[in-house]
């Protein structure tokens, strides 16, 4: 009796883990598959469990992003996991099925947006916002930022390869010896020789997105003494003289990063340049004062393939103020200078996007 009974037990005991073994194999048989799916399946075990990097997508936005459609085909191309999106719109404003078609948007607004008056401080702090968001996710190695009239010039895969191939930030930034914009007050907690100007489309690394979002010193002197002077919205300053007043003009969002990675010494670190193009022209007005550069906005009639196609021809870009040439490369290879273009109408966008230039 006891024998047998002993025997029970065994076989019992026997048969118990052997449940639990193959139990524990269908957990492990169906988190592999699991992983496998949301992974391509030529990466190797250790790779597995790594996560990819993302590319961040800010977009400052006044309210809707008119140009949503033509990323949504963007971002789709992509079935990695590789990106993320972050908008900041005028606060107040919700990006819902009802103000956007593109999925992309739904739900990646910033909370604590501030309202943007374009050319004041606001914009680098709505910068600063968009960053600090975006730092968040660890994930996110690279931090672009987009307007609402931009566009990719490129599919998905080539932008990301391009971004990603490059450890450095991608900020256009050149000595600003034009008179009247920087402003003596700064000094001496930004001297001029660390004033610089450049494009605000930048792309940063995560090591240069930390530096503004930890910045306490640039920010609040930017705040007080770099003030636009009083003229249209869409007008913008060039490094063309053609300027002689005396009264400051300084465009915070086109020195801020520029001049704050040169204080901080992190200029070697940077290829001067931006990845965003936009076309400057020199209106002509008979109101002296208003005369300046501006950039052009390509409506529906100059959206044709031909202006894609110059665009992307450009491999260097010449800095006229400092007779300095860069030339474009990527992965130690001549390239392309651009992968983004603007500033597009929604008519424009939508003809580009038709014509299938943009090899999305
Ligand atoms: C903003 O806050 C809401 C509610 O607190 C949250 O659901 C949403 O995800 C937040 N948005 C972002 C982009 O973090
Ligand atoms: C993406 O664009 C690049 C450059 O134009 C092209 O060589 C490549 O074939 C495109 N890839 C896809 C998947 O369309
Ligand atoms: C582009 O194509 C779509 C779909 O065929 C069409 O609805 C739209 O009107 C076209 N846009 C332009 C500007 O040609």
Redesign the pocket.
Known sequence: MKRRTSFQNRSQQKWKSRLLFMLLLCLCVGSFILLLESNPPTMNLPILFAQKPKIAFLFIARNRLPLDFVWDVFFQADNNNRFTVFVHSRPGFLFSKATTKSPYFLNRQVNGSVQIDWGEASMIQAERILLQKALVDHTNERFVFLSDSCIPLYNFSYTYDYIMSTPTSFVDSFADTKEGRYNPKMHPVVPVNNWRKGSQWVVLNRKHAETVVKDETVFPVFQQHCKRKSLPEFWRDQPFPVDTSKEHNCIPDEHYIQTLLAQEGLEKEITRRSLTHTAWDLSVSKDNERRGWHPVTYKFSDATSQLIHSIKEIDNIFYETENRREWCSSKGKPSPCFLFARKFTR?AA??I??LSVLGT
Do not use: E, F, I, V
Request: hydrophobic share 20%; glycine share 0%.
């Open positions: 008519p939508s003809r996007l038709n």
